[in-house]
C-alpha cells in the first residue's frame, strides 16, 4: 500500500498470512489465519502476541538531571500525580487541552532519570509538538524511532515470557523494568490493552523479528491483529482515542475519573495546574451533561458506532450516540460504549439504540464488560 | 447452482430457488456475530435488502436475486451465526423463495464463471 510505513515486523505479519489495513500511516495487521473471533478467545485462554510498533515511544528528560523538575514539569499537562508516583512504576494518563478535554490518552513511567511515554499512533505528531512547546525550557523531548514495541497479553503471558528474562514474574501491574537479554535491552512493562494480565515490550528494532519468532515458537503465544485488538479492549471497557474520546470529551464524560488522583483534585496538595483544570475539577465535584457508559444490546444485532441512543421505543429526541461497538466474542454478545445524557446514564437502565430504523432496547452497564485479571 | 455479483448463490429445487451467500463472501466477512431473515411470506423485488447479515467488522445487506415471495427461512442461522462460516455453501442457507421465470437463471454465473469473477 502506497505511501504507508510498515513496522520492523512488517515480513513478519506476511509470512503469518496477515490480511493487512492502513491505520494511522502504517500498514497493519488486521487479522491471521485464525480470524478475529478465535484470536480473541486465544488471547482470552492462552496468550497474544501484537506488533504495537506504531505507537509513540517519547522519553522525557530534566535539562537539570533532577528527575522531580520532570516530573513537576509533567504535571502541568497531565492531571495526574507524577510526584507521587514511585520509580519503576506507570500511569494511564490524559494530555487535555484549555477546554478540558483530551488531546491523547498515554502510560507514563517513571525511570530513574526519565520519563517514558508511550502514545496513540494517531496522535503522535500532535503530542510532540504540544511537549515541545509546552516543556522545552524544562526537559529534552526525544522521541524513540528504532524500537519496536511488542505487547503479549493473556493469562500464559508471564509464562511465555520466562524464557526471554527470568524475572518476569516478579513484576506487579503496571511495574516498568529494563533488563538485558538476549535480544538486546528490553523496556519491559506490566501492562495492555486487552483487559488481560500482560506486558509491552519496547525492543531494539533489529531484534524485534527475532523476540516475536521466540515467543510464537512457543505453542500458547499466536499473533493477534487489529480486529481482535479492538473487541478485546472494547470488552474490557478501554477508550480508543478518536472512538471514545477526543478534544472535545471531558475526563469525568469519559469516565476516566480515577485518571485524575487525589493530589491534582480540589483540596489536594497541587490541586489543578493542569491545562482545562477549571473546567475539570468542577466536573470532578458536580458531574458532567453527558458521561461514557457501557451498553448492553439485548438482542444479538450490534449497536455500532454512530448508532443513535433514544429513551424510548417511540418518538422523542436521542439522547446519545455510541461511540464503539459490536460483538464481544468472550461475552458471545453484542457490546457498546456510548455517551448518554448523565441521568440516564445509570446501570440498569433501558435506552434503546436505533438500528436499521428499528428501536431495539439495550441496558446500561458498568464496565469493564468482563472483569479483568490482573497481577497486583 | 447460480451465482451473483452480489456473492450469493442460488440453487433450484422445483419452483422454489434456495439462496446463500458464497464460501468467497464468508471469508471476506470474516466471524460472522449476526443475521436478521425475513418473515415467511414477504413479497421481494430483486435487488430488495431481505436480510441483515453481520461480521466481527462490518453489517451486509443480502439482496433479494429475484423477484417473488419469501417461503421458508433458516432459523437456524440465526441462532447460530457461526454456521455461515462453517458451511456457507450447504447448511447455512439463508431463505427459499419463488421463482416466476426460470428463464431468470440464465442471468447468472455459473460456477467457473463466478470462480473467475473472485480469482
Known sequence: MAGLKRTALYDLHIELGAETVPFAGYEMPVRYALGVMREHLHCRSSAGLFDVSHMGQILVRPKSGDLVDAARAFETLVPADLLGLK????????????????????????????????????????DLAHLEE????????????????????????????????????????????????????????????????????????????????????????????????DSLRLEAGLCLYGSDIDASTSPTEASLEWAVQKARRAGGERAGGFPGAGRILRELQHG????????????????????????????????????????????????????????????GTTVYGEVRGRRLPATVTEMP???????? | MKFTEEHEWLRVEGDLVTVGITRHASEQLGDVVFVELPGPGTKVAKGDEVAVI??????????APVDGEI???NDAIVDSPGKVNEDPMGDAWF???????ISILDSFMDEAEYGELVG
Open chain 1, 134 to 229: 509546552r516543556l522545552a525550557d524544562t526537559c529534552e523531548i526525544e522521541e524513540v524511532t528504532d524500537r519496536a514495541l511488542l505487547a503479549v497479553q493473556g493469562p500464559k503471558a508471564e509464562a511465555a515470557l520466562e524464557g526471554i528474562w527470568s524475572g518476569i514474574n516478579c513484576m506487579r501491574f503496571m511495574d516498568v523494568e529494563t533488563v538485558g537479554s538476549e535480544f538486546g535491552t528490553l523496556r519491559i512493562s506490566r501492562s495492555g490493552y486487552t483487559g488481560e494480565d500482560g506486558f509491552e515490550i519496547s525492543v531494539s528494532g533489529q531484534y524485534a523479528g527475532p523476540l516475536a519468532m521466540a515467543l510464537l515458537a512457543q505453542d500458547s503465544v499466536e499473533p493477534i491483529g487489529l480486529g481482535a485488538r
Open chain 1, 369 to 376: 464488560f468482563r472483569s479483568p485479571d490482573f497481577k497486583r
Open chain 1, 87 to 126: 520509580v519503576g512504576r506507570q500511569r494511564y494518563t490524559l494530555l487535555t487541552n484549555e477546554d478540558g478535554g483530551i488531546i491523547d490518552d498515554l502510560m507514563v513511567a517513571k525511570r530513574a532519570d526519565h520519563l517514558f511515554l508511550v502514545v496513540n499512533a494517531a496522535r503522535r505528531e500532535v
Open chain 2, 95 to 101: 431463505f427459499k423463495m419463488t421463482l416466476s421465470d
Open chain 2, 54 to 63: 453481520e461480521s466481527v467488522k462490518a453489517a451486509s445487506d443480502i439482496l
Open chain 2, 71 to 73: 417461503v421458508e427461512v
Open chain 1, 288 to 347: 458532567a451533561r453527558r458521561r461514557r457508559v457501557g451498553l448492553m444490546p439485548e438482542g444479538r444485532a450490534p449497536m455500532r458506532a454512530g448508532t443513535r441512543i433514544y429513551r424510548e421505543p417511540h418518538g422523542g429526541d436521542s439522547i446519545g450516540t455510541v461511540c464503539s461497538g459490536g460483538f464481544g466474542p468472550s461475552i458471545e454478545r453484542p457490546v457498546s460504549i456510548a455517551y448518554v445524557q448523565s441521568e440516564q446514564g445509570h446501570a
